[in-house]
């Protein structure tokens, strides 16, 4: 069992900067891939950053070059530093980690809004 924690969210202007948190708890072991997705009223929820084991990244192309997915293994926290932020990034941040055996656990979500 894995829990996720996210935090991080508020209102920012236009072009301001956020940086979310995830916190994961439990079996840890099991987790290959780590992410960020988001998920705005009326749409679909779209992958916005992952990282997986190995340390490699991927971007949507909406967030790249301005979002930074990154990981502190020793404090069990995942974090997604948003620069230049844009109204369009308004939505529901989700915290993700998918586990070996097609397992896939959700964070509560964090609201991040963007506007002037």
């Known amino acids: 069992q894995v829990q996720l924690v996210e935090s991080g969210g508020g209102l920012v202007q236009p072009g301001g900067s956020l940086r979310l948190s995830c916190v994961a708890s439990?079996?840890?072991?099991?987790?290959?891939?780590m992410g960020w997705y988001r998920q705005a009223p009326g749409k679909q929820r779209d992958m916005v950053a992952t990282?997986?084991?190995?340390?490699?990244?991927n971007y949507a192309d909406s967030v790249k070059g301005r979002f930074t997915i990154s990981r502190d293994n020793a404090k069990n926290t995942m974090y997604l530093q948003m620069n230049s932020l844009k109204p369009e990034d308004t939505a529901v941040y989700y915290c993700n980690g998918a586990a070996w055996g097609q397992n896939e656990y959700w964070g509560q979500g964090t609201q991040v809004t963007v506007s002037s």
């Open positions: 990282i997986a084991r190995g340390g490699s990244t």
């Open positions: 439990g079996n840890m072991f099991s987790i290959y891939r």
